[in-house]
Every structure is written in structure tokens, then in C-alpha cells.
Nanobody
Framework: QVQLVESGGGLVQAGGSLRLSCTAS????????MRWFRQTPGKQRELVAG???????NYADSVKGRFTISRDSAKNTVYLQMNNLNPEDTAVYYC????????WGQGTQVTVSS
């Protein structure tokens, strides 16, 4: 059983920054990919960013140039640095990992005020 624990969410003004963390109970390099998703009420969960085991990254068009995904394998932690936040970034952010199975964290709320 894999556990993913997110942290770092909160309330920030537009233009501000937050860094989300996702700490896994196991070696994050054992996962094929780790990703951040976000979801707002009434909408489908959408992919924000991902980082593959080899280190390749990808981003949703809406966050390119503002968000950066990274990892610290020694800490079994993946980060999402979010800069120049805007109210449309308000959502619950979820960490996701895949190793043949899919694992989810419990989510962390990010609220951006205008």
C-alpha cells in the first residue's frame, strides 16, 4: 500500500506563490510517473504537471512558465512550485503516482484571491 501525503496548500493573493509537497511512503523513483492534478467543484480532475522516473516533465498549457515540478528522491518527495498564481488556479490539488497501479493523495486546497 502506497501513501501519498500532500502539504503546502493555503490562501494566497493573485500574483503570489506557493510550493506544494507530496511525500510518498516508498521510493519515488520506483514509480513510472508522478503527477499533480487539480479539481474544482463540478469539474473533472485535470492534469497540471508530471515527472517521469527518467526525469522528463510535462505541463498543462495553462500553467506552463508559471509552475515547476521537481523531486527530491532522498526525501521521497515531489514538489510543485507555483508562481504568479491567479484565481483560476484555485482548486484542490492532488498528488498521483503510477507503478502499474494508480495511487492518490488526499488533496490540499489552494485558494487564490483576486
Amino acid at each position: 500500500q502506497v501513501q501519498l501525503v500532500e502539504s503546502g496548500g493555503g490562501l494566497v493573493q493573485a500574483g503570489g506563490s506557493l510550493r506544494l509537497s507530496c511525500t510518498a511512503s516508498g521510493n519515488i523513483l520506483s514509480f513510472n510517473v508522478m503527477r499533480w492534478f487539480r479539481q474544482t467543484p463540478g469539474k473533472q480532475r485535470e492534469l497540471v504537471a508530471g515527472i517521469a522516473s527518467e526525469g522528463d516533465t510535462n505541463y498543462a498549457d495553462s500553467v506552463k512558465g508559471r509552475f515547476t515540478i521537481s523531486r527530491d528522491s532522498a526525501k521521497n518527495t515531489v514538489y510543485l512550485q507555483m508562481n504568479n498564481l491567479n484565481p483560476e488556479d484555485t482548486a484542490v490539488y492532488y498528488c498521483n503516482a503510477r507503478d502499474g497501479r494508480i495511487w492518490w493523495g488526499q488533496g490540499t486546497q489552494v485558494t487564490v484571491s483576486s
